[in-house]
């Protein structure tokens, strides 16, 4: 069965630094291109951050760039991302996927497996 399990959210302060994690299991991890995804109230879940099954490429949407970092450690079966300089707009759950043999895939369809969620806000 396959689980992911994502860490590390919380309640952080404008300009503050979060670090979520995703525990993988019941899958060949450094098979899978992960992405990081989120979701805030009222609107569609999009993409964050995505990294491929080989460490590379990744892929970062406009408004985390030069802020967040996607890392993945095939040793541990865990990707991360390094959130930096939040902002009140980076509030949502953010939900960890797989996608088998993916290269920093973008589209969630693409993505099989799903983790559950952990919130993110960021108050002002």
């Known amino acids: 069965q396959v689980q992911l399990v994502e860490s590390g959210g919380g309640l952080v302060q404008v300009g503050g630094p979060l670090r979520l994690s995703c525990a993988a299991s019941?899958?060949?991890?450094?098979?899978?291109?992960m992405g990081w995804f989120c979701q805030a109230p009222g609107k569609e879940r999009e993409v964050v951050a995505a990294?491929?099954?080989?460490?590379?490429?990744?892929y970062y949407t406009d408004s985390v760039k030069g802020r967040f970092t996607i890392s993945r450690d095939n040793a541990k079966n865990t990707v991360y991302l390094q959130m930096n300089s939040l902002k009140p707009e980076d509030t949502a759950v953010y939900y960890c996927?797989?996608?088998?043999?993916?290269?920093?895939?973008?589209?969630?369809?693409?993505?099989?497996?799903w983790g559950q969620g952990t919130q993110v806000t960021v108050s002002s």
């Open positions: 996927a797989a996608d088998l043999w993916g290269s920093a895939t973008r589209g969630a369809s693409r993505y099989e497996h």
């Open positions: 990294i491929g099954w080989t460490g590379g490429p990744t």
């Open positions: 019941g899958l060949t991890f450094r098979n899978y291109a």
